[in-house]
C-alpha cells in the first residue's frame, strides 16, 4: 500500500465512520422534535461548559512545563496554550496529527528538539489513559450492583453447554487476537505504544514537581467531566440523570472521539446509547450530544484558529 493512499485512508476512513453514525443516529428520530432542543435549552449552562472545556485545556498547556523542565529546558507557557489549542483543531482534520504539529510549533519557537516535545507528548498521554480508566472504574464501581446483576440472569437464562460456548469463543478470540498481532507488521508499533506508557509513567515518578503535575492532571480531567455535566444542565429533561451516570456517558463519549475526526457523529451517538441506558429518550441524548459536540467543537475551531493566527505572529523574531 503506498504512503499516498494511506495518508487518504486515514483522512477519508474516520469521516466515513462519522458520516455513517450520523445517519444511524437519526433514522429514527423526528428532525423536528430534535431542533427544538436547541430554541429551549439554557444556553448559559453550554458557555459555563465551555468556560470549564477551556480550562481544562489552560491547565494541559500548564503542565507541559513540568514535563519539560526535567530535560533542560524551559517551555513558555503562550507558546504552549496557543500550541495545545492549535493541536486539537488540527486533529479535526487527521485524527493525531495534532500531536505532531503541537510537538513542531514548540520545537520550532522554543528550539527544544522535536523527538523532546513529543516524547513528553507521549508521556502526557499516557496519563490520559490512566485518568480516563479511573473514571471508568469510578463509574463502574457505582454500576456495579447493575452490571452484576445483568451478568447473573444472563447466566440464568443460559444452559450450561451454551456458557462453556461463550467461553470457548471469548477463549479463541483472544488467542487469534494475540496471534494476529505477534504475527502482524504493526506487532513493532503495539509494542512501542505500551512502552511509551511504561516510560511516561517512570519520568513522572522522577520529576521533581511530579505532585504540582498529578494535581493538573486531576484537573484537567475533572474540568472535562464537569464540562460535560454543565452543558447537561442546560436540558431540563437531565435533571435527574445522577452524576455517576454522566461520568459513564462521558468516558464512552471520550473513547468515541478516537474513531472519527473530533468524534464528530460517533460522539452524539454514544451519548444517546448510554443515556438510553438510564432511560432518557433518544431525541433527548441526541440533542445533548449534539450540543455538548458542538459547544466543545466551536470552542476548540474558534481559540485553535486564532492560535494559528497568533502563534507565528508573537514569534516572527524567531527563525
Not at 95 to 102: L, Q, T
Not at 136 to 152: R, T
Request: hydrophobic share 50%; glycine share 6%; net charge positive.
Amino acid at each position: 500500500m503506498s504512503k499516498k493512499l494511506k495518508a487518504y485512508i486515514k483522512i477519508i476512513l474516520p469521516i466515513s465512520v462519522g458520516v455513517f453514525c450520523i445517519y444511524f443516529s437519526f433514522r429514527n428520530i423526528s428532525f423536528t422534535d430534535f431542533t427544538k432542543y436547541f430554541y429551549e435549552i439554557n444556553y448559559l449552562w453550554v458557555f459555563v461548559g465551555i468556560f470549564l472545556g477551556a480550562l481544562s485545556h489552560i491547565s494541559r498547556s500548564y503542565r507541559w512545563k513540568y514535563l519539560i523542565e526535567p530535560l533542560g529546558y524551559k517551555l513558555g507557557f503562550i507558546n504552549s496554550v496557543l500550541a495545545v489549542f492549535s493541536a486539537y483543531l488540527i486533529n479535526y482534520t487527521i485524527p493525531r496529527a495534532g500531536d505532531i504539529a503541537r510537538a513542531t510549533m514548540i520545537s520550532k519557537y522554543e528550539k527544544i528538539p522535536f523527538d523532546k516535545t513529543l516524547g513528553t507528548i507521549v508521556a502526557e498521554r499516557a496519563v490520559d489513559v490512566i485518568c480516563i480508566l479511573t473514571i471508568i472504574a469510578i463509574g463502574l464501581i457505582f454500576e456495579f450492583q447493575k452490571i452484576s446483576d445483568k451478568i447473573i440472569s444472563f447466566i440464568e437464562g443460559k444452559q450450561l453447554s451454551t456458557i462453556f460456548i461463550y467461553i470457548a469463543i471469548l477463549i479463541l478470540t483472544i488467542t487469534i487476537t494475540y496471534w494476529i498481532i505477534k504475527k502482524s507488521k504493526y506487532q513493532k508499533s503495539i509494542s512501542n505504544f505500551f512502552l511509551g506508557i511504561i516510560q511516561g509513567l517512570t519520568v513522572i515518578f522522577k520529576m521533581e514537581k511530579r505532585i504540582a503535575f498529578v494535581l493538573h492532571s486531576i484537573f484537567i480531567w475533572l474540568m472535562y467531566v464537569l464540562m460535560f455535566w454543565a452543558t447537561s444542565m442546560a436540558f431540563v429533561e437531565l435533571y435527574e440523570v445522577a452524576f455517576y451516570q454522566f461520568m459513564i456517558s462521558f468516558t464512552l463519549a471520550a473513547l468515541s472521539i478516537m474513531l472519527s475526526n473530533g468524534g464528530i457523529g460517533i460522539y452524539p451517538l454514544a451519548v444517546e446509547e448510554s443515556l438510553g441506558w438510564y432511560g432518557i429518550q433518544s431525541t433527548t441524548g441526541l440533542a445533548f450530544g449534539w450540543v455538548s459536540w458542538l459547544s466543545q467543537t466551536m470552542m476548540v475551531v474558534i481559540f485553535g484558529g486564532l492560535s494559528l493566527f497568533i502563534l507565528p505572529f508573537i514569534n516572527r523574531n524567531k527563525s
